[in-house]
C-alpha cells in the first residue's frame, strides 16, 4: 500500500474498532433528542407552512451529528497519537503533508456520513421518507463533514493536552452547531439575532442540508453552497500550512 491509502485504513480502523461508541452511542444520543423535543413541540410548533416540527428536525439532527463526529474524528485522532508518543510513526515515513491532510479528513468524512445515515434510518420512525432535492443533500453532507474534518485537524495540531481539545469543543463547535437552527428556524427570532446567526458558517450548512428533505430553507441554499465551500478552502489552507511548517507535530 502507499502513504495515503495506508494511513487512511488505518484511521478507519480506528474508529471503526469501537464502533459502539463511535457510531452507536451518537446515533442513540439524536434519538433521545429526537423523542424529547418531538414530544413537547410537535404539537406546538410549525416552523414553516406544512411542515411538521419532526420532519423539521430530522435533518437538523442528523447534520449536527455528522458535523460533531467528523470533528470528534480528526482531532481525537491527532490528539492521542501527541499524547501517546506514535505520532512519530507517521511522521517518519516519507509521506507528504498533503497525503497526509487527505487521509484525516477522508475518515473524518466516512464516519460523519456514516453516523449521519444511521441517525437518519433511526428517524425514519419519526418522519417520513422524503428526498425532493438530492442533490443538495449530498453536496451539504459532503461539505460539513470536510468542514469540520478539516477544523478537528486544526484542533488537533493544536492543542496539547486534552482538556484544551475539550475546551474547543465546547466553546467552539457545540454553541456554532446548537445555535445554528438545528432546533428552530432563525426567522422565529428577533431580527438582531437572525442577523447574527447569518454570520455563523453552521447555520448555512443545516440550512443548506434542511432544504433538501422539506423544500423550504431560511436562506437561499446556492449562497450557503458559496459560503460552505469558502469556509473549506479557508481552513483546508490553513491546515496544510500547518503541516507543512510541523507545527507542535515535528517541533
Avoid at 484511521?11 to 474498532?17: A, H, Q, S
Wanted: charged share 10%; hydrophobic share 55%; glycine share 8%.
Amino acid at each position: 500500500m502507499g502513504g495515503f491509502p495506508a494511513l487512511f485504513h488505518k484511521e478507519l480502523l480506528r474508529f471503526w474498532k469501537v464502533v459502539v461508541q463511535t457510531v452507536v452511542a451518537p446515533v442513540v444520543t439524536a434519538l433521545l433528542y429526537l423523542l424529547i423535543f418531538s414530544h413537547v413541540l410537535e404539537d406546538h410548533v410549525q416552523p414553516f407552512p406544512g411542515v411538521a416540527y419532526s420532519g423539521f428536525l430530522v435533518p437538523g439532527l442528523v447534520m449536527m451529528s455528522m458535523l460533531q463526529n467528523a470533528f470528534a474524528n480528526s482531532s481525537s485522532s491527532l490528539i492521542q497519537s501527541k499524547m501517546q508518543g506514535n505520532i512519530v510513526f507517521v511522521l517518519l515515513p516519507p509521506l507528504s503533508y498533503l497525503e497526509f491532510f487527505l487521509a484525516y479528513l477522508g475518515a473524518a468524512v466516512v464516519r460523519g456520513l456514516v453516523v449521519g445515515a444511521g441517525v437518519w434510518v433511526v428517524a425514519l420512525w419519526f418522519a417520513p421518507w422524503q428526498v425532493p432535492h438530492p442533490g443538495w443533500l449530498l453536496a451539504f453532507a459532503l461539505l460539513a463533514c470536510t468542514n469540520l474534518g478539516a477544523v478537528g485537524i486544526v484542533a488537533g495540531i493544536w492543542a496539547e493536552k486534552y482538556d484544551q481539545l475539550a475546551a474547543f469543543q465546547n466553546f467552539l463547535i457545540l454553541p456554532l452547531t446548537f445555535l445554528s437552527g438545528v432546533f428552530y428556524s432563525i426567522h422565529s427570532l428577533p431580527s438582531f439575532w437572525q442577523a447574527v446567526s447569518r454570520f455563523n458558517p453552521v447555520f448555512y450548512l443545516i440550512d443548506g442540508f434542511r432544504y433538501a428533505f422539506i423544500g423550504q430553507a431560511d436562506a437561499d441554499p446556492w449562497f450557503g453552497l458559496l459560503v460552505a465551500g469558502g469556509s473549506f478552502v479557508a481552513i483546508s489552507a490553513f491546515s496544510l500550512m500547518l503541516l507543512r511548517s510541523g507545527y507542535k507535530l515535528r517541533h
